[in-house]
């Protein structure tokens, strides 16, 4: 059922991101693990970066898969606004608005939102996300 609902328009799902989305299932650990894990699972090149787009792709895929299951979510400003925040004054690499992710993800699990999130109190439910 959640690769359907991931499917909307029956043109298939990108498996990079599928995969990304629901790899906070696959663990128990704390919050920080599980981000890690998610752009770890994103970064199948293993370059050790991750680009704005990327990152805004990652976590909107989390989201989805949270509501999937009920939880309350973050709206679209919201993750924009974690992912402007944590690339705020980063070195970018190349030109590709890429930067190194190793390290950064303690300063996105301590970001308002995403604590917000972590603990069940997203500002919208599924089908209300604005």
Do not use: C
Not at 5 to 34: E, H, Q
Not at 96 to 113: C, L, R, T
Request: charged residues 25%; hydrophobic residues 40%; without cysteine.
């Amino acid at each position: 059922k959640l690769f359907t609902m991931w499917d909307r328009n029956s043109y298939g799902v990108d498996t990079l991101t599928f995969f990304a989305g629901i790899s906070p299932l696959a663990s128990v650990m704390d919050v920080d693990t599980k981000l890690k894990f998610a752009i770890e699972v994103f970064d199948h090149e293993k370059s050790g970066r991750i680009s704005r787009i990327s990152l805004i792709r990652i976590l909107q895929a989390i989201n989805v898969t949270a509501s999937y299951f009920g939880d309350k979510v973050l709206v679209p400003r919201q993750i924009v606004a974690i992912v402007d925040d944590l690339f705020d004054g980063e070195n970018r690499l190349e030109d590709d608005d890429a930067i190194q992710y190793e390290g950064k993800v303690d300063k996105m699990v301590g970001h308002p939102f995403v604590v917000e999130f972590s603990n069940g109190l997203g500002s919208s439910r599924y089908g209300n996300v604005q």
